[in-house]
Structure formats: structure tokens, C-alpha cells
């Protein structure tokens, strides 16, 4: 979001451009002079693109601010890596795309080498990554934010929220009703979704050195972050770092290991086949390692070096060299040189994140081996900022404090491209059907990583910087890469309208061939003896006296639809033709008996996320519900939504849960009274069907 | 501690998150969540004890222990003998009624063993519907909170559910505490501690979420595999030992010994309250092995008396004494007997010197009695300064009875397990349910090829034997992993 490059050159940006003629117009009677539109997204990083692009497919009118138009895609130009995916966000990646998410496709256009991690564990846990060419990225970025329907880019800087009287009917002190540009000039808006990043109180840190990150002259956020404190929004502070960069003539590839990219590369997205570019046109990546030489550099210069000491949480996944050496002393580390993009002259040394004065970063480099003439282009360095803690906002993303108010991406605590992005889409998404007073759009834990991150976040907060691991999901077999589509896609175009006909169909088409093709692999049934004979390759016991059937021969791992396809071809060769399809079955083969269990264990999950808690619940004086003191202050301070939020909650007692299990049946009871149509079990069915589409 | 607390009120709390049945094959086709089954009535002995079962695979449990016979008609009680649905022992003639769900207590499909109230038959059955596939023992609150999902109860009637899920789980607590004390809830912690801290589990997920692009040392999955197959070792040792479980259906075997004539069969008449074995002053008078079940203390027992053992008299009374030395071998609990008034004669001597001081060292339990203590010299001066720790008792005078019985008391409750203190029962089939899931699960892990389905199997018996110790979050598998391993960009 904020561009360190630019730091001390570039003054206030104050125009505000308007890129696209037909959106914009007024219509606001109050301030004729002030757009209006519907959603309103601060920020062009990873997350704001996402969130602005849905709330476009869902048919909003949607402004996108950013500071600068030609930056857009470029978040964090410098902090991070050049790279997308990998085990776990690789995951996010592939849901983000199952709702017609934009990163996925982007990276298949953008991409310089392509890699699937975790090839030998197993494909729930298969890592879709690519290395990205960030100009490339930045400029297919462009094309398609400028390009999407109903989406308007300005450039400005918001400086304040717009805010007004709460409507009666949801919970929240006020409501926005539009931003508040450095110029002066307003924007009004149905919701606002803030995607700042690194940008509140931003600080960048090298050796003893410390300046604020945001452009000099120009600290927009400073008054947003002040109107955010005052409206009570509790704040922590996180830091990360980034390594220093290198110029790729200088490094002696010659002695150091080479990776090459698959062959063939697998595409991020659902509805692409292939990527942009050959594999043996795309460009390697190389590993070297540290030694002891380094440790020593760093052990000797503690003293200058205030980031590692500061006390902020960093990532412990994301570690600064300075941090892997005193933890892990006498180790060597490794360290991946990954290219910038295809026609750039810059290496980004992949696990060397360091804080040290420059010339002391210099010197560290050149002790390793390869880099020994390596000329470093640019230090690392450390970033500090704040972050507004993530138990204040409710699934949707909308703030507790402020309806209509959505946050999205590191400003709630998280690290990451990916998971930037996932939250960009939900919170656009949610905006959107706000807007249209639509029931919010709500990925449980027991359908997606995007629904583990968002649950993590809303019910037990982070105090560092969260990133997603395949780890942290209960359902890890059942939400794989390979079938996001089927558990998003629908929904999200039934539910949401951000999914395009295109993309339906396609999903649609996939998930009828699935189901085929498993019910014809559940039909061809021989002897153990004649599979023997028919696919020799295959260890198959022969010690059971049953027919086995087709399907249980595709889960030896030495068999594929290939190789069944070649045994039986009148019934099978028809699902060798699609590459996606035959891998499909095989992966749903291989954990079929498994995921039967697993939907059981789902569905008691499910069945208490169904029990929605009423959101204007005010826990601190409710009489009807016995709670103690401490349970009370919990549930008020992160307000989860359904009893299953609820216990995940650390400290609240399963007495609670049942009082307020019995709270819930009775404003059930009494709401059914009403209107006859209780939300909760329409939730249930819905949640039946989707796991039928499940296979 | 905390933590603990936490994770069995969220287990309370969740109902169910566990995948017991996931491990078991054949396993009828579940509607929607496992089947749970509980003790109902009160803990301790009573004439009848009421074992629920609520979920899908209920008419299987049913059919499972009732076989080979049709399910019951609906609602209605009928007498059907209760087997062990893989041993085929018998268990119990019991009462059964049939639910058919919705019309149920809990709205789901019911079934209701109506069995006689010892704490043996309980046991029995609680352990045989757990070893059937679909079945897992109900959390704290389990069949009531399904009741109220299912709208079967009146919001009157879940008043006090609160309260007792609170009191349900504090007593889960206190239990899963008091087990922790005692040596298989040391075992179970360490090996909680194997799969989960000392890194099995937290070795294979930083492995799969790390192993690629970080360099995590050589052999971390080496080094799962062996304390995975340690693990194994050592569970499948503590099942195959069922002998607790064992004890508590037939009662443990406590096996008088001691010299001849010195009042073994005077104790077992006396334990007894009936007159079993024939007295006499007459040494050798017991011959054979004689049996008689007891209750003890409240244990149920199944009290021996013996042969003296001495050498050199006739081939009957040396087959008897042969006989007792066999059931010796056998005894979970030994009474050796002496003649208070005669330690210093050859017989007793040689009994002291080789009997006891065998068993000692074989580490049997024993408790030493020396009888006749109304034969002592008033003063009440100890029989002699060289003995073992011993009980004096008097079977004529029963002065001493007190003493021996709370010292049986003792004994027996770490033989058989103390049914007094909390829901042992049901914590003995919960034990043996988590630890043969435990079991299975490291199975599939050596099994499987596809680490991510392995590293479900270790995910899977951790919850197992988390559900026995507490702790376990996903927070404490990453707090391990960055403990461990240096990861991370």
C-alpha cells in the first residue's frame, strides 16, 4: 500500500482522477457536489483489488481509491516476496478463484516459474506457488481493475470517515456513509471497506534508524487511524521485514543449486488449462546457504540493531535472520534466490529478512557462498505498524463498532498476499449484499480456508502476524485445492452473484463428470486376481476373496486414469480426455473412505454453527442469560455469531454455551411466532445440499 | 491446567468432534453425527443400572449384543440375554426397549439396556458397546443437548442443563485430575506427550507445511515413524493387559495362603459370612482349592482357600498343595495367614522365609495376616520384631476385622480400580474406547503413503488420547513446530 521507494520525494497526491467516465455521477441529495456509490474501497493493494473487483461482480457500484492509479497490484511493492502461493495459501488461492476472484488468473498470466510444493504428501496438502514477475502482474492487474464492469479507480488519500446515524435495526455506534479525501472533497457510499495494510503509524526500521513509512507531507492515515481510535477500535502493533535486494549479475549461479520449474505447470485457476508462458521458458530459481561467518555478523552487531529488539511480534514462521541465528544457533539456514521477474536485474534472497545497518547487510551477503561479489541494490529492513484487532469485526468483516464499515487484509493482523486477497473477497462480497440488504455471505471452518482464516481471526484474534497453514484446519482432507470450486463456486454464485455464468457452468460441468465418472468407478467390479491381470503395475492384494471395485484400485498410488482407463477403455478413456478430471477422481479416490467420516464429524460442526447468536445481544447487561463476569466480557469483546463461534471462544464454559443455546431457542420461538421461518434451519438445509454437492 | 479445563468444556460444550468411528470398516452408514452411549442411572451398585445409546447406528449396537435376535418391537420392553458381540460372552439377562427415532427421548433413534445394577455388568456392557463400530461413550451433557437440539425438550425442563453440564464437567475434571495421579494416567500423558510435544505429530504437520522450502533437519520423519512404533508397542502391551477390566466382571482372585491349621479357612468363612470351608484343628484339613465369589469391601472378589503348604504328607493332600501353588501363580491379591501364637515354629518359619519373601520379591501383592491374635499375650506387644508389615486379627473374637477389611479395601482398589470415586465405570470404557482408537489410528499411519492422510491418523489419535489428558489445540502443534524447527521465509 505504501510505496517505500517513493519515500521522501513524492508530496500529497490530492487529484482525484477518475478513470472511468460512466461511474461517478452524483446522486446524493444532501451533498449534490459529492459522488456516490455504493461500496467504497480504500486501498489498491492485494486485498482492496479482491474486494473492489467482487463488490463489482456483485453488482455494485464500486469506487476503488488508491493513491496511485499506476500502482494498483503493486502492494508492498518492496516488502514481500515476488512469489504467490505455497503450501496452505496456495489453498487460499484456489478459493479465492472458486468465487471468481481475480489473483489466481492474474498469476497464470504473470507468472515466471511455476511450482506445485508438497508433490510427494499427498494432494490435500499440495501447494499451488508460482514466482511472479511483479511488472508483469502490476500491468495485467491494471488492465483488469480498469476494465472490470461497474468499477471506478481514483486516485486519493482518504483522510477521514464520513459518519452517521446507526440504522435501528443492526448493532454498531454509528454508521459510515462515505470518506473523507485529504483535498477535502467527499465521497459518499452505502459500505466502505478499508484495505490500508502497513499503513496506519507505518515505521520503517534499518540498524538504529527509524522514519515513518507513509509518504512525508503526505499522512493520510494518520487521520484515519486517529478517527478509528477515537470510535474505540482497540489497536495492536506488528512488525515483519524484508530481505535486501540483489543485482543477479553479480551472484555466481555457476556454483550453487539449481531449481527448475514443473513440467508442465499447473494453472492457479479453475478456468484456465495452462499458463502463459512454456516451462522452458521460464526462469530458475537457485538455493545457497548461510554460515557461520554470517551468525557472527550478526551476533557482534545486536547493539545496532533496534527492530530485533523491540518487543512487537513478529511472524515466528517469517523469521529474520537475526532471529533464526539467536534461536537456532550453529545451523545453517537456507537461502532461496528467487528472480524478480523476467527482464529484471534484481535476485530477492528468500530468508535473509534482516535489519542490520546497510553496510553491515552488505558485508553479511558477501560471506555467502555465490554471493561473494554480490552488489546489494537495496537494504532490508524492518516495518512496525499497526493493526486493528480482528476479534472487533464479525465474519462478514464489517466492524462491530461501525456498520457498513469492512475491513480487509494485514489491517487485521494478517501477513500475506493470499490472505490479504481472501479476505478482499468475502469483505467486497459482504459489502455488496449489505448494500442490497442481502443475508451476509459466510464461509464456514468446515468449508474453506478462507472460513478457517476469517473464524480464527473474528473469534480468537492474533498478536502476530497471521498466516495460513494447512495445519490449522480440522477438515484438511476435505477442503483441498483441487475441489475448491465445488465447495465455493455455487455458493458464490447463488448466494453472492460474484461468480461469473461462464465459471458456473464449468463448475457445474465438472462436478456432473465427477459424480459420473466415481458412480461408474463404483460399478466395475472384478476379482483381486483379474485386476492383477489387467493393471500388473499395481501391487493389489490378492488375499480378499470380494470384488473390488474400479475405484478402490484407483487409490493404489502406483494407479491412475491412465492406467485404469488403459484396462477398461470402453467405460473409462472418456475421463482421461480432461487432465483436471483424471486427476480429480484420482484424488477423490484416494481419500474417499476417509472423507465420509470426515462429513460426519462436519456436520456435528455445522449443526452448531447453524445456532446463530441474535448480534444485538448485549452481553454486558442481559438478564435472561446466567453468564459469569468473565464469560460476559469475552463474548462482548469478540460477539461471535453462532453458538459454535461461541466455543471456540477460550474461557467461555460449556454452562454457557447451554445458556445461551437456551437463549437462542427461545428468541427462535419467538421470532418463528412472527414470521413462521426460522433463519437457522434454512441455513441447515442449505448447508444439507452443499454437502451432497460434495460428492 | 487451564488448558485442560478448556478443552473438555469445549468437548462438552461441541458435543462431539471426535472420528472414532472413522478408523472401524463395516460401520453402518451414519445419518448425521456418531452414536454416543452412557451409563444413565447413578454410579455405585444398585439393583437395576439404565445404559442408553442415541444416534443412527443404534439398532446396530442393539442387534450387535443381542444377536442373533430381531430388534425389539418398538417401544416395548422385552428380555433378551446381552452378549459380548466378539467374544460372545455372556453379559447379562437383560431388559431392552427399542426408540425409534423421532419418537425418542433424545428424537434420535434410541435404544435402553435395562441391566442388573452390579458394577461388573455394567462394565461389561458399556465396554462391549464400545468395541461395536459407530459407538463412542457421550460427553458430559451429550444425550440432553441432543434432546434440546432435537427440540424434545421444554425450555422448563433445560433449566437446570447448565448446572449440570457444569457439574458433569467439573467431575470429568476432577476425574481426568485423579487419573492423572494414578499410573495409567501417567502412561497416557507420556504417551499424549510422545505424539504430540515430544513431536511425532508436530514433526509430520511442520513437515508438510514446512518441508518443502525450509530446511528442516534429515530424519524428521524417521524420527515420527520410531515413536510411533514405540507408541504402538506400548499401547497394544496396556490393551492386551485387560486383566482390571477383567477382575471388575468376575471379581479379583485373592487366594488365601499360609503353613497349615493356621485359620485360612476360619478367614474365608469369616470374609464369607457362610460356613464354605470345613474347620478343624486338625492341620490339612483343606485340601482342595475352594471357591466362593464375595463381595469385599465392595469389591467383588472371588475369594480361594487353599491347601497348607507343607511337604512330605500324602499324594491327595500334595496334589492339593500342588493346586495351591497354581492358584498362587493366578492370585491378584494374596492373604498369607499365619498362627500368631506360633511364628517361631518350622512350619511358619519356612513359610515366612520362602513363600513370603517369593512373593515379595515377584512383587505380588499380599497383605500378611497373622491370626489368632486372641491367643497373644495381653499385653498386645507385636508377635516378633523381624516380620513383615503384617495385620492382627482374631477370627474367633473378629478383633481385627475392621483393620484387614480397609486394609482389603486398599488392595482391591488398585486391583479392580475404585468404583466409589467418580464414574469409573464409564471412565474403564472410555479408557479402552481412546486408546484402541488411539491404536487403530497409528495403524492407518504406518499404513499409509499419502502423508497428509497420515498425518490425519496421528491427528486422530492424539484427539484420542487428548480426550484422556486434556490439551491439544492446533496453537500447540504450531507453538511446537517453531520450537523445533527453524521455518519460515
Request: neutral net charge; aromatic residues 6%; charged residues 25%.
Amino acid at each position: 500500500m505504501f510505496s517505500f521507494r517513493r519515500c521522501g520525494h513524492r508530496v500529497a497526491i490530492s487529484l482525484t482522477k477518475q478513470y472511468l467516465p460512466f461511474a461517478g455521477l452524483s446522486r446524493d441529495s444532501a451533498a449534490p457536489c459529492s459522488p456516490h456509490f455504493d461500496v467504497v474501497v480504500v486501498g489498491g493493494g492485494h486485498a482492496g483489488t479482491e474486494a473492489a473487483a467482487a463488490a463489482a461482480r456483485c453488482g455494485s457500484r464500486t469506487l476503488l481509491l488508491t493513491h496511485r492509479v499506476d500502482t494498483i497490484g503493486e502492494a508492498r511493492q518492496m516488502s514481500c516476496n515476488p512469489s504467490f502461493g505455497g503450501i496452505g495459501k496456495g489453498h487460499l488461492m484456489r478459493e479465492v478463484d472458486a468465487l471468481d476472484g481475480l489473483c489466481s488468473r492474474i498469476c497464470d498470466q504473470s507468472g515466471v516459474h511455476y511450482k506445485v510444493l508438497n508433490r510427494r504428501k499427498g494432494p490435500a496438502v499440495w501447494g499451488l506457488r508460482a514466482q511472479i514477475d511483479r511488472k508483469l502482474y502490476k500491468q495485467n492487474m491494471q488492465k483488469e481493475i480498469l476494465n472490470t464492469p461497474l468499477l471506478t479507480v481514483r486516485e486519493g488519500a482518504v483522510e477521514d470517515l464520513i459518519l452517521a446515524e446507526p440504522e435501528p435495526e443492526h448493532t454498531g455506534k454509528c454508521r459510515v456513509s462515505g470518506v473523507v479525501l485529504v483535498d477535502g472533497s467527499t465521497v459518499y457510499a452505502e459500505s466502505v471497506i478499508l484495505t490500508t495494510g502497513t499503513f496506519l503509524r507505518g515505521m520503517i526500521v534499518i540498524g538504529l534508524e527509524m522514519h515513518p513509512a507513509g509518504r512525508l507531507g503526505d499522512q493520510p492515515s494518520m487521520g484515519l487511524a486517529q478517527t478509528l481510535e477515537r470510535l474505540g477500535f482497540v489497536v495492536g502493533r506488528l512488525k515483519t521485514g524484508t530481505p535486501p535486494r540483489i543485482a543477479k549479475e553479480t551472484i555466481n549461479f555457476s556454483i550453487l543449486n539449481k531449481q527448475t520449474p514443473d513440467n508442465p505447470s499447473i494453472p492457479f485457476s479453475f478456468v484456465n488449462e495452462t499458463v502463459w508462458i512454456k516451462p522452458e521458458d521460464q526462469l530458475p530459481c537457485y538455493l545457497t546457504h548461510t554460515n557461520p561467518r554470517v551468525d557472527k555478523i550478526v551476533l557482534e552487531n545486536l547493539h545496532l540493531n533496534s527492530h530485533v529488539k523491540e518487543t512487537t511480534r513478529g511472524p515466528r514462521y517469517c523469521p529474520s535472520i537475526e532471529s533464526k541465528v539467536l534461536r537456532f544457533p550453529n545451523r545453517v539456514h537456507q537461502v532461496w534466490l528467487e528472480p524478480e521477474g523476467m527482464d529484471s536485474d534484481l535476485i530477492y534472497p528468500q530468508g535473509l529478512s534482516v535489519t542490520l545497518p546497510a553496510e553491515l547487510q552488505e558485508k553479511m551477503i558477501m560471506c555467502i557462498r555465490g554471493l561473494e561479489n554480490a552488489k546489494m541494490t537495496q537494504p532490508g529492513y524492518g516495518v512496525q505498524y499497526d493493526y486493528l484487532d480482528p476479534r472487533q469485526i464479525t465474519p462478514s468483516l464489517e466492524t462491530h463498532l461501525v456498520q457498513r464499515l469492512f475491513f480487509a487484509g494485514q489491517i487485521n493482523g494478517t501477513t500475506g498476499y493470499e490472505e490479504a486477497a481472501a479476505q478482499g473477497v468475502i469483505a467486497g462480497i459482504n459489502a455488496s449484499l449489505r448494500v442490497s440488504r442481502k443475508p451476509p455471505f459466510i464461509v464456514s471452518r468446515t468449508e474453506g480456508y478462507i472460513g478457517v482464516l476469517i473464524d480464527d481471526l473474528t473469534t480468537l484474534g492474533t498478536c502476530e502476524p497471521y498466516r495460513m497453514f494447512t495445519s490449522r484446519v480440522e477438515f484438511r482432507l476435505s477442503l483441498r485445492p483441487d475441489n475448491a470450486d465445488s465447495r465455493l463456486t455455487f455458493r458464490g454464485y447463488k448466494e453472492a452473484g460474484c461468480v461469473s455464468q461462464q465459471r458456473y457452468e464449468r463448475a457445474s460441468w465438472m462436478k456432473s463428470s465427477l459424480e459420473e465418472g466415481i458412480s461408474v468407478l463404483k460399478s466395475i467390479e472384478f476379482s483381486s486376481s483379474k485386476w492383477k491381470k489387467l493393471i500388473p503395475q499395481a501391487s493389489i492384494s490378492t488375499a480378499r476373496s470380494l470384488p473390488v471395485r474400479a475405484l478402490d484400485v484407483l487409490k493404489y498410488e502406483e494407479v491412475d486414469m491412465e492406467l485404469l482407463a488403459k484396462a477398461i477403455p470402453e467405460s473409462l478413456k472418456k475421463y482421461t480426455k480432461c487432465r483436471e478430471l483424471a486427476e480429480r477422481l484420482k484424488i477423490e479416490a484416494t481419500y474417499e473412505s476417509v472423507v465420509i467420516h470426515q462429513l460426519q464429524e462436519i456436520k456435528e460442526v455445522q449443526r452448531d454453527e447453524a445456532l446463530q447468536l441474535p448480534k444485538d445481544l448485549d452481553y454486558l447487561t442481559i438478564r435472561d442469560v446466567s453468564l459469569s463476569h468473565e464469560v460476559r466480557e469475552k463474548l462482548h469483546f469478540s460477539r461471535p455469531q453462532t453458538i459454535g463461534a461461541a466455543s471456540r471462544i477460550p474461557g467461555v464454559t460449556p454452562a454457557a454455551i447451554i445458556n445461551l443455546l437456551r437463549f437462542v431457542k427461545t428468541t427462535q420461538q419467538r421470532q418463528g411466532a412472527m414470521n413462521k421461518l426460522p433463519q437457522t434451519d434454512e441455513y441447515l438445509r442449505d448447508t444439507d445440499k452443499l454437502q451432497e454437492r460434495e460428492l | 491446567m487451564w488448558r485442560e479445563l478448556w478443552t473438555l468444556a469445549a468437548r462438552a460444550a461441541r458435543g462431539s468432534c471426535r472420528l472414532c468411528t472413522r478408523q472401524s470398516s463395516g460401520a453402518p452408514a451414519f445419518g448425521s453425527g456418531a452414536t454416543i452411549f452412557a451409563l444413565s442411572s447413578g454410579q455405585g451398585r444398585c439393583g437395576i443400572a439404565v445404559i442408553r445409546t442415541s444416534g443412527p447406528a443404534s439398532s446396530h449396537a442393539l442387534q450387535s449384543l443381542t444377536a442373533p435376535r430381531d430388534l425389539p418391537p418398538a417401544r416395548s420392553a422385552s428380555l433378551r440375554l446381552l452378549s459380548d458381540p466378539h467374544t460372545g460372552e455372556p453379559l447379562d439377562r437383560a431388559l431392552v426397549l427399542w426408540f425409534p427415532g423421532p419418537q425418542s427421548f433424545t428424537g434420535e433413534d434410541c435404544v435402553e439396556f435395562h441391566v442388573h445394577g452390579g458394577p461388573a455388568v455394567v462394565s461389561g456392557v458399556l465396554q462391549a458397546l464400545g468395541s461395536v463400530p459407530g459407538l463412542r461413550p457421550a460427553e458430559a451433557g451429550e444425550f440432553t443437548r441432543r434432546a434440546f437440539a432435537h427440540g424434545k425438550l421444554s425450555l422448563t425442563e433445560v433449566e437446570g442443563l447448565a448446572d449440570l453440564i457444569h457439574a458433569e464437567t467439573e467431575a470429568q475434571r476432577r476425574q481426568a485430575l485423579r487419573q492423572l495421579d494414578g499410573e495409567l494416567g501417567q502412561l497416557c500423558h507420556s504417551w499424549a506427550e510422545t505424539l504430540t510435544k515430544a513431536s511425532a505429530l508436530a514433526h509430520v504437520e511442520a513437515y508438510i507445511d514446512f518441508g518443502e522450502d525450509d530446511n528442516l533437519e534429515e530424519g524428521v520423519l524417521e524420527q515420527a515413524d520410531s515413536q510411533v512404533q514405540g507408541l504402538v508397542v506400548s499401547l497394544d502391551a496396556h490393551l492386551r493387559d485387560a486383566r482390571r477390566g477383567q477382575r471388575l466382571r468376575s471379581g479379583a482372585h485373592v487366594v488365601v495362603t499360609g503353613p497349615p491349621n493356621a485359620g485360612k479357612s476360619s478367614l474365608v468363612n469369616l470374609l464369607s459370612q457362610k460356613p464354605v470351608s470345613i474347620v478343624s484343628p486338625e492341620p490339612g484339613t483343606t485340601r482342595d482349592v475352594l471357591e466362593i465369589p464375595v463381595d469385599l469391601a465392595g469389591f467383588p472378589a472371588l475369594l480361594s482357600d487353599t491347601a497348607g503348604l507343607r511337604e512330605g504328607v500324602g499324594p491327595v493332600e500334595q496334589e492339593g498343595v500342588r493346586r495351591a501353588r497354581e492358584r498362587l501363580e493366578q492370585a491378584d491379591l494374596i492373604l498369607a495367614v499365619l498362627d500368631a501364637s506360633d511364628l517361631a515354629s518350622p512350619s511358619s518359619c519356612s513359610f515366612l522365609d520362602t513363600v513370603v519373601a517369593l512373593l515379595g520379591a515377584q512383587s505380588q501383592r499380599l497383605l500378611l495376616v497373622l491370626n489368632k491374635s486372641d491367643l497373644l499375650p495381653s499385653a498386645g506387644l507385636g508377635p516378633g520384631p523381624n516380620l513383615p508389615p503384617h495385620l492382627l486379627l482374631s477370627c474367633l473374637t473378629r478383633e481385627g476385622l475392621d483393620g484387614l477389611l480397609e486394609a482389603l479395601k486398599k488392595e482391591l482398589a488398585v486391583v479392580c480400580g475404585d468404583p466409589s470415586t467418580g464414574p469409573p465405570l464409564l471412565t474403564r470404557a472410555r479408557h479402552r474406547h481412546h486408546l484402541q482408537g488411539c491404536l487403530d489410528a497409528l495403524g492407518h499411519y504406518k499404513q499409509t503413503r499419502d502423508l497428509a492422510l497420515a498425518a490425519e491418523a496421528l491427528r486422530i489419535a492424539r484427539r484420542h488420547l487428548t480426550h484422556l489428558t486434556g490439551g491439544g489445540g492446533t496453537e500447540e502443534v504450531l507453538d511446537i513446530i517453531f520450537r523445533d524447527f527453524c521455518v519460515g521465509k
